[in-house]
């Protein structure tokens, strides 16, 4: 038997849980941390380091407490985390402001930039983040932040994803250039391309901005996949965590990557997991370009696959934020939507609220619903926005099928679909396919896999899915909800390229409802 403990970084929270070898889950715990957010500016998202790692302390400590497991018989401990969220450091790596999380989108003008310098100038790897660069990545996110903190610049000695930073801080490197780069984050994230040279050339950074001058030898420490060892548990955070100094540390990821693992995700599977927003993770057996996806990484998800990732910017934060207009909760709203019928409500909802992140990877988008009469429901609303990002996934999938992604089984994985069997069977209704739904929780458990893999307690992430993973619920497509989402599909599928493209003549008006509510909120 071997004990490990695997760490999930989610938008609010830190999840830790111990997990034994032949036993499973053995304890876990949650630790909440503040998301600071500004009423002026609703691009703004924004999280503390500190906070972070006290959370990481609090939880370990209660993952250990619950589970009756002593800190000195965890053989290992692995950590994922949200993405892109981003933190400027030091020479010592101390940070010099707080991260930019995943949802922050005030890079929406550098992301721009880049995308339309590497079209024009056909920078290859463009192409294989879905050719359009995102306001949620990492290159956007630093170069906004070096515009906005000049007074910080002479300080600045590197850039870091979240889960790599944590990952340093445990095992106690205090030099950037040493601390070991997650996969996973910089193919998906950064524009990095191990068979295209790594990162966009310097004369490319320079291109888009001088002040990103010196910035890719800033970032050159090792990168690698999650089978590799990022560093072992040094003194001073094996006392704080209550855990033995020595233990490995494996290079992290992004937490939806590793959740996908942990819901038992093989090649040809494509899992949503699905909670505040939606990250869908496929893993495929080839390396194949799909536009307007978050990137197709070979290593990302499983070290021996190609890792594809897409999704939705918003998903749970529109449900809450549907059930908050209402003075409700999304609990409450939610009783009795199991009597709703596919297409009763007469709404069609889009679920752009936090902008799109695929295909169309545009942020200047909102959400609108079509169809309101004098009698909807906030219930209405809430069932049509479940159906709304049932449709968003369709095209996700479509988009795949159509470039040679062949997906086999649909997973939805995170925490909604547990607490949700409506949204689990619109899903199979609109995608017209089985889902399956594991049984018991999965956060956290990709994390303890790999955990499990650094302490070689399973010669590969299968033998461990095999021992670990859950059973799933399977909720088959029923065939009269079917035909009637295909005739709506088709509707969202031509309102959502309209609306969403800002070449399109509709697509103008978006942008401009979001250029004239800022402009006012400036006065």
């Excluded at 194949?288 to 996806?293: E, S, T, Y």
């Excluded at 449900?319 to 999304?330: C, D, E, G």
């Excluded at 409450?332 to 169309?360: I, K």
């Excluded at 909102?366 to 069932?383: K, M, V």
Aim: proline content about 6%; hydrophobic content about 40%; glycine content about 8%.
């Amino acid at each position: 038997m071997t004990i490990v403990a695997g760490a999930d970084f989610g938008t609010l929270s830190v999840r830790v849980s111990l997990v034994d070898s032949e036993r499973g889950v053995l304890g876990s715990s949650i630790s909440e941390y503040p998301l600071r957010r500004k009423p002026e500016d609703p691009e703004h998202a924004t999280q503390s380091h500190a906070d972070h790692m006290n959370a990481l302390i609090a939880a370990t400590r209660g993952a250990l407490a619950e589970a009756g497991v002593k800190g000195s018989e965890v053989a290992a401990i692995a950590l994922d985390t949200t993405g892109s969220s981003v933190i400027p450091v030091d020479e010592k790596m101390r940070p010099l402001d707080d991260y930019y999380l995943w949802c922050d989108h005030r890079a929406k003008g550098e992301a721009a930039e880049i995308t339309a310098l590497a079209l024009e100038r056909k920078l290859p790897a463009i192409d294989w983040c879905g050719g359009v660069y995102s306001s949620e990545w990492g290159f956007s996110k630093l170069l906004h932040w070096l515009r906005n903190n000049p007074e910080k610049r002479t300080r600045f000695a590197s850039a870091f994803e979240h889960c790599d930073m944590v990952a340093a801080t445990l095992c106690g490197v205090t030099d950037p250039g040493k601390v070991v780069r997650s996969a996973c984050a910089m193919g998906h994230k950064w524009l990095w391309n191990p068979e295209l040279g790594g990162y966009p050339s310097e004369e490319f950074l320079t291109a888009v901005d001088p002040l990103l001058a010196g910035v890719r030898d800033k970032m050159s420490s090792p990168i690698a996949a999650s089978d590799a060892i990022a560093g072992h548990l040094c003194d001073y955070w094996a006392e704080n965590l209550g855990l033995r100094a020595g233990i490995p540390v494996p290079v992290g990821a992004f937490d939806a990557h590793w959740d996908a693992i942990g819901a038992g995700c093989r090649e040809h599977d494509l899992v949503n997991v699905v909670g505040t927003s939606t990250c869908i993770i496929g893993i495929i057996d080839k390396t194949v370009l799909v536009p307007g996806v978050c990137g197709v990484v070979k290593g990302s998800v499983d070290p021996n696959a190609t890792g594809i990732e897409a999704g939705l910017s918003a998903v749970g934060d529109i449900f809450s934020a549907i059930a908050k207009r209402a003075n409700t909760s999304v609990a409450e709203l939610s009783r009795g939507l199991e009597s709703y019928r596919p297409g009763q409500t007469g709404l069609l909802r889009f679920s752009w609220d936090n902008g799109d992140r695929t295909v169309l990877v545009n942020p200047n988008v909102r959400g609108l619903t079509l169809g309101w009469n004098l009698t909807h429901t906030a219930q209405d609303e809430l069932f049509a926005g479940i159906e709304g990002t049932a449709f968003h996934t369709r095209i996700i999938l479509e988009r795949m099928a159509e470039n040679g992604a062949e997906i086999r089984r649909v997973i939805n994985g995170g925490g909604i679909p547990q607490k949700n069997k409506v949204l689990n069977q619109v899903y199979a209704n609109v995608l017209n396919r089985p889902v399956l739904v594991p049984e018991t929780p999965v956060t956290s458990l990709g994390a303890a896999i790999f955990a499990l893999l650094a302490a070689k307690a399973f010669p590969s992430i299968a033998a461990a899915q095999d021992a670990l993973c859950p059973k799933y619920k399977i909720y088959q497509p029923e065939p009269e909800a079917v035909a009637i989402y295909d005739r709506l599909a088709a509707h969202y599928r031509a309102l959502y390229f309209a609306l969403g493209q800002p070449d399109n003549p509709l697509g103008k008006i978006l942008p401009d409802l979001i250029n004239l509510s800022a402009e006012q909120l400036k006065k």
